[in-house]
């Protein structure tokens, strides 16, 4: 072998090397981003949880009041019926007119029951106003939901819908 062809290898064998080692380079410089990556989405989801854990002893007491507050339901019918009655009670004492009322499916998640009514209303800005915040009780879990209203001019009447619910707590947590 001459020295051309000895000088010849070894350029081509460090030019393979060179290759090599800048594939080797890249695919650890990948696997390193993707190990980052997956580090602060640990750490992001270990932080999530401290701040769980920190706010249980808030969750325990809230939990104590909801079932001081809210006993076990065992009649969400005849709890929807009381929330009808209760509505259309403050509808007539506020100055509401109800237009018409739909009772809507009962929604079950875990603990809970959610209980609805829809309502369309007539009524002056006023009453209106002061009905709304009458049937939003945190106590009992109620609010009003979906509000719309319309204003016709004419006779300066608002037109308004809603969802009244009333979550229900169905079983212990």
């Known amino acids: 072998m ?3 062809e000895k000088r010849l290898i070894l350029l081509l064998g460090g030019a393979v090397l060179v290759v090599g080692l800048m594939v080797s380079m890249r695919t650890y410089k990948k696997r390193e981003a993707e190990l980052i990556a997956e580090r602060k989405e640990w750490l992001l989801l270990r932080e999530e949880g401290e701040k769980w854990l920190a706010e249980k002893p808030l969750w325990e007491e809230r939990g104590k009041l909801l079932q001081e507050t809210r006993p076990l339901s065992e009649n969400p019918e005849k709890e929807t019926a009381a929330l009808l009655e209760f509505l259309q009670a403050s509808a007539a004492e506020a100055g509401v007119r109800l237009l018409e009322q739909r ?5 079950s998640s875990g603990n809970y029951t959610a209980i609805g009514i829809e309502l369309r209303t007539e009524s002056s800005m006023e009453a209106f106003c002061k009905w ?3 049937i939003q009780e945190a106590k009992r879990l109620r ?4 509000v719309r209203l319309t204003y016709r001019g004419e006779d300066e ?7 009244a619910r009333e979550f229900l ?3 212990s947590p």
């Open 143 to 146: 609010h009003a939901g979906l």
């Open 103 to 107: 009772i809507l499916p009962q929604e």
């Open 157 to 163: 009447k608002l037109i308004g819908q809603v969802i």
């Open 169 to 171: 707590v169905s079983q």
């Open 132 to 134: 709304l915040e009458e």
């Open 2 to 4: 001459t020295t051309t």
